[in-house]
C-alpha cells in the first residue's frame, strides 16, 4: 500500500535560510510524486512534480526537489526563503489515487 | 485564479440538518475527489468519481453520499449533520492518471 511520512510537524526558519522539508514514500513501482503549499483558507497548490527522468525537478516559486529512490525520499528545498512561504506543505504520491503527508507547517523568523 | 470552485466557503449549522457542499470544475476534469482535512491530519479521502454517473467511497468512512451528473459538478451531502462532522472539506480535479490534482478553496463547516 502506499503512504507518505513528513517527519517534522513544524519547522521555523530566518528569512533567508534555507530550507529543505523531508518526505519519504512508500510504494510498489515508480512513483508520481508531488509537493503541494496550503495558505491560510485556501486549497492546495501544486509546487512541483515527478514522473520520471532527472531526479531533480524545479518548481515555482523557486522551489526543488531532488527523488531518492534508495532511500524512497522526495525532499523539497529551496535556497533563501521569503516571509511569504509560511505555509503548510504537503507531500503525496500517488497515480490514480493520491495519498498525502500530513504536512509540515513552516514559520518564517523575520 | 480558480477552476474549481467550492460553495459555501464557511458554514455554522446545527445538528440533524441536509447539508449539501457544492463543486464544480470549468476545465473538463473526469476525475473528481473529495477530502476531509483536519489540523495536522492527512488528507482522508471520503469520495471519489471517475466520469458521470461514477462514485466511489474512499478510505475515509463517511455518512455523506455525492452524485456526478454532469461532468463539471460533484456535489457532496449530508443528509443528518452530527457534530463529528465538523471539518474542512476539500474539492479537487485531475485530468487523469498519475497527473496533479487541483483544489478548490474548501468549505469550513461546524456542526453545533
Known amino acids: 500500500a502506499q503512504s507518505v511520512t513528513q517527519p517534522d510537524i513544524h519547522i521555523t526558519v530566518s528569512e533567508g535560510a534555507s530550507l529543505e522539508l523531508r518526505c519519504n514514500y512508500s510504494?510498489?513501482?515508480?512513483?508520481?510524486l508531488f509537493w503541494y503549499v496550503q495558505s491560510p483558507g485556501q486549497g492546495l497548490q501544486l509546487l512541483l512534480k515527478?514522473?520520471?527522468?532527472?531526479?531533480l525537478v524545479q518548481g515555482i516559486k523557486g522551489f526543488e526537489a531532488e527523488f531518492k529512490r534508495s532511500q524512497s525520499s522526495f525532499n523539497l528545498r529551496k535556497p533563501s526563503v521569503h516571509w511569504s512561504d509560511a505555509a503548510e506543505y504537503f507531500c503525496?504520491?500517488?497515480?490514480?489515487?493520491?495519498?498525502f503527508g500530513a504536512g509540515t507547517r513552516l514559520t518564517v523568523k523575520p | 485564479e480558480a477552476d474549481i470552485y467550492q460553495t459555501p466557503r464557511y458554514l455554522v449549522i446545527g445538528t440533524g440538518k441536509k447539508i449539501t457542499l457544492e463543486c464544480s470544475q470549468t476545465?473538463?476534469?473526469?476525475?473528481m475527489y473529495w477530502y476531509q482535512q483536519d489540523p495536522g491530519m492527512e488528507l482522508h479521502l471520503i469520495h471519489y468519481?471517475?466520469?458521470?454517473?461514477?462514485?466511489e467511497k474512499g478510505d475515509l468512512s463517511s455518512e455523506s453520499t455525492v452524485s456526478r451528473i454532469r461532468t463539471e459538478h460533484f456535489p457532496l451531502t449530508l443528509e443528518s449533520a452530527r457534530p463529528s462532522h465538523t471539518s474542512q472539506y476539500l474539492c479537487?480535479?485531475?485530468?487523469?492518471?498519475?497527473?496533479?490534482?487541483?483544489f478548490g478553496d474548501g468549505t469550513r463547516l461546524s456542526i453545533l
Open positions: 479537487a480535479s485531475s485530468v487523469g492518471y498519475g497527473q496533479p490534482q487541483h
Open positions: 510504494y510498489g513501482a515508480t512513483p508520481y
Open positions: 515527478y514522473f520520471s527522468g532527472d531526479t
Open positions: 503525496a504520491v500517488g497515480d490514480n489515487d493520491m495519498r
Open positions: 476545465m473538463g476534469h473526469d476525475k
Open positions: 468519481s471517475y466520469g458521470v454517473n461514477s462514485t
